[in-house]
């Protein structure tokens, strides 16, 4: 079936500018979860969405990044005023909570954010 | 301390070769998995393998066995008969607090660039 999607794959903006960043999961994946990943580094947590809720957004770096998944399937990741630290390929997962399973995350293609 | 601890910022190994790519990792949790992922240049990131913290046998996946030392807290990635499709940055990761919240997040370790060549 069909993996994880992000759009776009590439995204360069002005500083100050408001972005969206979109994810659809596998289907039927109940779990969703945003990381960002900085040259050089591993992916760090940002957000995770349970059904339709947030259920951790603890790894939010501040109050201009905003996610939301309305209908418990496709999430969007807002960033608002943005800034040039905020560069980085943002990446989305998703799993399949089941008791006693590895809930193993599977990761989309990622969206490479640029902010001049 | 960091959770997850990659050493060898990059690894050199000849195709056909077995290569062994180290991970060590930092939890007060009984309850924990450890995954790797590998990322080729295209970015996407591929589950390789996973090792939960109560599997009695050292988990594996065709070419993928990941040598899991829990005493030692180490969970490294060995990969046999390497192939030039191995070239990639590979992730340790690991998934901990699943019996206080019922989910889990990853945190990742910086990574270990392995170049195979002919």
New interface residues.
């Given amino acids: 079936g069909a993996g994880v999607s992000q759009t776009p794959s590439n995204k360069v903006t002005e500083k100050g500018k408001y972005v969206e960043l979109r994810c659809d999961p596998i289907s039927g994946h109940t779990?969703l979860?945003w990381?960002r990943q900085s040259l050089?580094?591993?992916?760090?947590?940002l957000i995770?969405f349970?059904g339709t809720g947030a259920?951790?957004d603890s790894?939010l770096p501040n109050d201009r990044f905003f996610a939301v998944r309305p209908e418990g399937s496709v999430s969007t990741l807002k960033i608002q005023r943005t800034e040039r630290g905020d560069s980085a390929?943002y990446?989305c997962?998703s799993s399949l909570?089941q008791a006693g399973g590895?809930?193993?995350?599977?990761?989309?293609?990622?969206t490479?954010l640029t902010v001049l | 301390a960091q959770k997850?601890t990659q050493t060898q910022p990059g690894m050199f190994v000849q195709e056909k070769e077995a290569v062994t790519l180290d991970c060590t990792y930092d939890t007060s949790d009984q309850s924990y998995?450890l995954?790797w992922?590998k990322q080729p240049s295209?970015?996407?990131?591929?589950?390789l393998i996973?090792q939960?913290s109560y599997d009695e046998q050292n988990a594996t996946e065709g070419r993928y066995s990941l040598n899991f030392q829990k005493a030692r807290k180490s969970a490294n990635l060995v990969i046999s008969a390497s192939q030039l499709g191995d070239s990639a940055m590979y992730?340790c990761?690991m998934?901990e607090g699943?019996e206080n919240?019922g989910?889990?997040?990853?945190?990742?370790?910086?990574?270990t660039m392995l170049l195979v060549s002919p």
């Fill in positions: 779990a979860y990381y050089g580094q591993g992916p760090e947590f995770y349970q259920a951790d790894g390929v990446l997962a909570i590895s809930d193993t995350q599977y990761f989309g293609p990622g490479r | 997850i998995g995954f992922y295209s970015g996407e990131m591929i589950f996973y939960g992730f990761a998934r699943v919240s989910y889990s997040t990853l945190t990742f370790g910086k990574g």
